[in-house]
């Protein structure tokens, strides 16, 4: 990519912009193509001048923890944008914890613990990133971020924004951010406690029943109401079902793994396959959790 390309598509940033990054390595399932545009911004306000200035119709992609993400093995064209740095901070208050979008859920636990806060003791059993939650409502045991959230400041081209829970609609692993917004910080409010117990109670339930250190994308598909998605898949005779290296979890059937060898195309292929099955079987159409993003290869 020359200069004169990228000064078309992407306004002078003082972050950083790379072209053809490959981005497997980012993501937890280790698949996927390349991004069009890799880029970090410096701070907030690099941030809204890239939105901003983007060309029009280029696509914008915010790429988080990666965990709950297929990127197709075509790879990602226009924008990815990596958030870091500036973007990670954690700060503790008195009754609550403030957090950058690219501070990961654990972190923010563990900052919340140590400042003798409880409350926010389940974002330990959720592997993603702050920004990621807020946009999704990410929830684990028993709880969900709109059980804690007070606001969220969200990047658009027209400037930051700071919306609360209620204006962000939050539903089941869903929120209502403004067209192209981008979650930069958030604050969660909190209460004095020992958060301790909790978090080693969350930590080995986990340990017991997902495969954590396996590359996997976490929960695949939204339970249905009044439904367990693992139940369904393993009724439907699924449970360690093989599509080339994507494997169906035998430890937790709602878990894909890339075995090693896997690429985009089957682990979306696997799931298409169980949702197939599990509609067959119980007459439930599964929803994807994990986003698929991206191009074909």
């Not at 696509?59 to 709950?68: E, R, Y």
């Not at 017991?208 to 929960?219: D, E, F, H, L």
Request: charged share 20%.
């Amino acid at each position: 990519m020359s200069a004169r390309t990228m000064q078309r598509a992407i306004p002078h940033l003082r972050g950083r912009v790379r072209a053809g990054v490959a981005l497997a390595p980012l993501t937890w399932f280790r698949v996927g193509g390349a991004a069009e545009w890799l880029v970090r911004p410096a701070d907030a306000e690099d941030l809204v001048t890239l939105l901003a200035g983007v060309a029009p119709g280029m696509p914008v992609t915010v790429l988080g923890a990666a965990s709950n993400l297929i990127i197709r093995d075509g790879g990602l064209p226009g924008v990815v944008l990596r958030l870091g740095g500036a973007f990670g901070e954690v700060v503790a208050e008195a009754d609550g914890v403030v957090a950058g979008a690219a501070a990961l859920d654990v972190t923010v636990a563990e900052h919340a613990a140590a400042a003798g806060l409880s409350g926010l003791e389940f974002l330990c059993g959720i592997p993603g990133s702050i920004g990621g939650a807020v946009a999704m409502n990410a929830g684990a045991y028993g709880s969900e971020l709109r059980d804690v959230l007070d606001w969220a400041e969200v990047a658009t081209s027209a400037g930051l924004v700071r919306l609360s829970a209620g204006e962000l609609q939050l539903s089941y692993r869903h929120a209502v951010l403004p067209a192209g917004g981008v979650v930069v910080r958030a604050r969660f409010h909190a209460r004095p406690g020992d958060a301790a117990p909790r978090m080693a109670e969350i930590r080995a339930a986990r340990e017991a029943a997902q495969p954590v250190r396996a590359r996997t994308g976490g929960s695949t598909f939204k339970n249905p109401p009044g439904q367990k998605a693992w139940a369904l898949i393993d009724a439907a005779g699924c449970r360690g079902l093989m599509r080339g290296g994507a494997q169906v979890s035998e430890k937790h059937c709602n878990f894909l793994l890339n075995t090693g060898t896997a690429t985009a195309a089957e682990l979306e292929a696997l799931g298409e396959e169980v949702r197939a099955r599990v509609l067959d079987h119980s007459g439930i159409s599964l929803d994807w959790e994990i986003k698929r993003l991206g191009v074909a290869a």
